[in-house]
């Protein structure tokens, strides 16, 4: 079978890697031939050739989520998931506004544009965090407000027109995430909740529990039938210090706290990922042992302690041959362990490895 990716980077490289195993055939679309997945595609198209891509391809699925208007237009009834996802994702406002139109707990928001951020910030109390609308991610376009002169970076890095969630900062006892799979048939799986730690906004590493949180497995069950998902679907939440639990984002997409899954599963999430678009049966999403995961953020292969970061028993290296940016994602480290307290110690090396005491 011929699997179409839209978009070139990391999620499509992995899919693509573990998609061979099941004698998958690949298409990338993405401007970019040097892109992760565009290298190991057996084709690569940029997006002026999207007819002929979609000729290429029995099916199409993707791992980025801010495809351009035009090419919507061109892939919208052929694409799984539903590209109709990305209208609720492509707007944080259409996002925060879905929850709270299917009832579902999210952290309490309001709506404001670039002119009025001031009266809107002050009406909504201090401290908050300001959202961009449009094409966040990794923290980006994201700012925490604690007094209106905080607002001055805002103004400076954004223009009249542009709209902003402004959401209440959610005092966390920690992050979760829960990824889900559903098929055409409508058979779901969830792989094990991970506790996600993030600095500044990106994730830098997560590890597997061996508890799950019913509530969280019912929203993702929920979700996944609502936006009747066909692949995967990511939902990071919130845990508070008073027991609740608030969805803070979904992803229809492989996501950055299921890359464990690759060696701490019995079926990884890109796997299963190929096997819902393709009709195949769900793969098991039980862990085989503990497992974690650190992202390695704006650093070249060679300010890496290749020799130390792989003498940590357990560790696997993905390297996804981009080009250092500050803080880009530019490789993860697997880790897998017999019990959870050594995956904890791993990582914690793992940080030190790559990061010498570096980060907050
Ligand atoms: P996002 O880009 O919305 O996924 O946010 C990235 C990270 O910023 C989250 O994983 C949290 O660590 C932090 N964050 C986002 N929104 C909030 C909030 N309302 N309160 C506290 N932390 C937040």
Redesign the pocket.
């Known amino acids: 079978m011929r699997v179409g990716i839209l978009g070139g980077g990391q999620l499509g490289w992995m899919t693509i890697l573990e998609g061979r195993r099941l004698g998958l055939e690949f298409a990338v679309l993405d401007k970019d031939p040097g892109a992760p997945a565009s290298r190991v595609a057996d084709l690569w198209f940029p997006p002026e050739r999207v007819r002929d891509f979609i000729r290429w391809c029995d099916l199409i699925t993707y791992e980025f989520e801010h495809i351009h208007e035009e090419l919507l237009e061109e892939l919208y009834d052929l694409t799984t998931p539903s590209l109709s996802i990305l209208e609720v994702k492509r707007s944080r406002i259409e996002e925060k506004e879905f929850y709270r139109r299917k009832g579902l707990p999210i ?1 309490e928001f309001t709506v404001a544009d670039y002119s009025g951020l001031s009266p809107t910030v002050k009406d909504f109390g201090f401290p908050c ?1 300001l ?1 961009a609308e449009r094409l ?4 980006r376009g ?1 700012y925490r407000i604690d007094s209106l002169e905080d607002l001055h970076q805002v103004f400076k890095n954004h223009k009249e027109g542009e709209k902003f969630v402004v ?4 005092d ?1 006892s920690f ?1 979760f995430s829960v990824i889900g799979v559903r098929d055409k048939k409508g058979n779901t799986k969830l792989y094990p909740l991970t506790i ?1 730690r ?1 600095d500044k ?3 830098l590493y997560n590890f597997t529990r061996g508890f799950s949180i019913d509530e969280a497995n019912q929203i993702v069950l929920y979700l996944m039938e609502e936006l009747s998902i066909v692949g995967l679907l990511a939902v ?1 939440f ?1 845990y508070t210090w008073d027991g609740k639990v608030l969805i ?2 979904m992803a229809p997409r492989p996501h950055n706290t299921g890359h464990y899954s690759l060696d701490g599963s019995y079926t990884s999430q890109f796997e299963n990922l190929l096997r819902a678009v393709c009709g195949l049966p769900l793969g098991s999403t039980k862990l085989k042992s503990p497992s974690g995961m650190v992202n390695i953020l704006g650093l070249s292969l060679e300010e890496l302690d290749l020799q130390a970061l792989l003498s940590v028993e357990g560790a696997k290296l993905y390297w996804y041959g981009k080009d250092k940016k500050p803080r880009r994602k530019v490789g993860h480290v697997n880790v897998v362990a017999s019990t959870e307290q050594e995956v904890e110690e791993k990582i914690e090396r793992l940080l030190e490895v790559i990061y010498h005491h570096e980060l907050s």
């Open positions: 952290p965090i959202k966040g991610y990794d923290g994201q959401e209440r900062l959610v966390f992050e996600n993030h906004g990106i994730l990071e919130f803070n984002e």
